[in-house]
């Protein structure tokens, strides 16, 4: 009997292309582990036959858990169910495409071993992700880390993490935002942390679910979960539109001729005006979103059917 235990969790969207590789690689290398392993399988509101696939496996394998969801709550939501409803001394959240090599949990428990608590694995290259991908990745990093005072992310830094289950006690006790970035959360709790190195595989079926606009949807929120930077950009386009007054006004003191004119300058200040305002206004408008999800307080996820925990678990 192993001592201790790993536990993994996997977040499922319509995977039936891919899950059975997955099942076929995880059989292979699951009673290798230096620690027990239980795997969590969180099916996110699937309406292909992932979930029935599931199933089957967990009929097979007891240390096979499911957790369904009533419906689609997103990849992160689905990671922070598998958290909270993790039993492991350790866990690792991994993808169920095999684009997050297997291998890589032999190197966390090794890690975990050393006493480290937070695992970031820092993707080398992304063969299956595009150059848009890549170039848009890069420059999300960027930003973030220069607008946010928190924390410093690391930059490739995926949604393949391992924390301890100390850290996932304080995933669960305080990070309950309904807008979130929960591996920027993982980066900035502190503990002894470290980092993998690994590269990303192809897909092993079907097709990524994150396209263009959810990403742009998913930045847009990040930065306004860890930033409050934008909000100042009203008093800096106030403080440089005064400016461009003065300039203006100096300007038609000395070249006063008498006669009215200046229309065009006048109709390039009001729309230069009142672009400036409209984006602060829409910029505010942004953060009151967040707060008023904040405010209305709706479950993360929620859970239709679990299998294979322990009858305390059992909802
Ligand atoms: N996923 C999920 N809910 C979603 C979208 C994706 O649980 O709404 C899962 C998906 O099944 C996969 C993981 O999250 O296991 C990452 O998704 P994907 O592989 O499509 O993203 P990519 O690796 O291309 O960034
Ligand atoms: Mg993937």
């Not at 292909?48 to 009929?59: G, I, V």
């Not at 009533?70 to 958290?83: C, K, L, P």
């Not at 063969?127 to 420059?139: D, E, F």
Request: net charge neutral.
């Amino acid at each position: 009997m192993k001592e201790k235990k790993i536990s993994i969790i996997i977040s499922v969207y319509n995977e039936e292309n891919a899950i059975d590789k997955f099942f076929e690689e995880f059989d292979k290398i699951k009673n290798q582990f230096k620690w027990d392993y239980e795997i969590i399988f969180v099916n996110d509101g699937s309406n292909d036959n992932s979930l029935k696939m599931l199933y089957e496996y967990a009929a097979r394998d007891e240390k096979a858990k499911i957790i369904s969801f009533s419906r689609n709550f997103g990849h992160e939501a689905a990671m922070i169910a598998g958290i909270d409803n993790a039993s492991g001394n350790g866990i690792v959240c991994m993808d169920a495409d095999l684009q997050h090599p297997l291998e890589c949990i032999h190197e966390i428990i090794a890690k975990f071993e050393m006493g480290y608590e937070v695992i970031s694995m820092v993707r080398l290259e992304n063969k299956s992700a595009g150059l848009i991908k890549n170039i848009t990745s890069k420059a999300f990093y960027k930003v973030i880390n220069i607008l946010s005072d928190q924390a410093r992310f690391e930059e490739n830094a995926s949604d393949f993490f391992a924390i301890s289950n100390n850290v996932a006690r304080v995933l669960k006790n305080n990070y309950r935002e309904k807008v979130r970035f929960l591996r920027g959360y993982v980066q900035s709790v502190g503990f002894k942390s470290t980092t993998i190195e690994y590269s990303a595989a192809d897909r092993a079926g079907g097709e990524s679910h994150y396209n263009i606009k959810r990403l742009l949807k998913f930045s847009i929120s990040t930065i306004v979960c860890f930033s409050d930077f934008p909000l100042k950009l009203g008093i800096y386009a106030g403080l440089l539109s005064a400016l461009a007054g003065i300039i203006v006004l100096i300007y038609s003191l000395c070249t006063i001729t008498g006669s009215p004119s200046g229309y065009t300058t006048l109709v390039t200040l009001i729309c230069f005006m009142f672009a400036v305002l409209f984006i602060v206004i829409g910029v505010i408008g942004q953060y009151i979103a967040v707060m008023f999800s904040e405010l209305k307080d709706k479950p993360i996820y929620i859970i239709e059917k679990k299998i294979n925990f322990d009858e305390k678990n059992k909802e």
